[in-house]
């Protein structure tokens, strides 16, 4: 039996980091090229390899909810709609213990080639990150703890990133250098909204379609079920009346 897939979607948006700079009269290229930066172009592009790095995940499969749900489901029973976990691994406080968990590259890899997926749409530009597990439940909770835990991480990594350019840019600045203030003005001021970005309430993602229990199944495809069994009935067919033909001459 082929196991039944559910997936859940959630649409995000990444701001423009550089969103400042846009709006004044400074050639972005070459202010971006002073400091060897090729420009924000490739900014979602980034953000989703970052998504799927071994440095993220790290943090995810320190996350024990993460964990339970993406390598401990037992079956999901449709009756009910509980989500059933491995046998043994409840103890009687109520807590799992998941310390017989899959090592750190496995889990990696399985996360990368089956749990998760990341891609860029091509008509609107947003992100379309989806989760799939045997259980609709789980397939949205791995996504919103996926989701939440990427937003902490970019976050905080884009304020430490900008502080650091901040104190460099700041520094420049300082050597009063006409033909570089206005290009470094502005790249002082996409740092500053950066930092603004991470720390406030919007941060520098934005949900646009959060993450739901899908209704019905992803995978396996009734239409390829059945072609596969009409394949099977007819390779069926096809063999019978062979070996009746062969007893037919044989006689």
Do not use: C, W
């Amino acid at each position: 039996q082929i196991p039944e897939t559910y997936k859940s979607d959630s649409l995000l948006l990444i701001k423009d980091k550089y969103e400042v700079l846009n709006t004044g009269s400074t050639d972005l290229g070459s202010a971006l090229g002073f400091l060897g930066n090729s420009g924000g172009s490739s900014s979602d592009l980034k953000i989703i390899e970052m998504m799927r790095s071994r440095d993220f995940f790290n943090q995810l499969y320190s996350n024990d909810e993460f964990i339970l749900h993406s390598f401990f489901i037992d079956s999901y029973d449709k009756k009910t709609g509980k989500t059933l976990f491995s046998d043994g691994i409840l103890q009687a406080d109520g807590k799992y213990d998941l310390t017989s968990k899959p090592p750190f590259m496995l889990a990696y890899k399985e996360y990368v080639k089956s749990s998760i997926e990341v891609a860029q749409e091509r008509e609107t530009g947003l992100i379309m990150i989806s989760s799939y597990s045997p259980s609709p439940s789980s397939a949205k909770h791995v996504l919103e703890i996926v989701i939440s835990s990427f937003i902490e991480y970019i976050t905080q990594r884009e304020s430490e990133m900008a502080e650091s350019s901040l104190s460099f840019l700041s520094s420049m600045l300082e050597q009063n250098n006409s033909q570089l203030s206005n290009s470094l003005s502005k790249l002082i001021q996409a740092d500053i909204q950066k930092m603004v970005l991470s720390k406030s309430k919007d941060g520098i993602i934005e949900i646009i379609d959060s993450p739901y229990v899908p209704l019905e199944k992803h995978a396996p495809s009734k239409l390829a079920f059945i072609l596969l069994i009409t394949f099977i009935f007819i390779s069926i067919l096809y063999i019978s009346l062979m070996f009746k033909a062969y007893i037919l001459k044989s006689n």
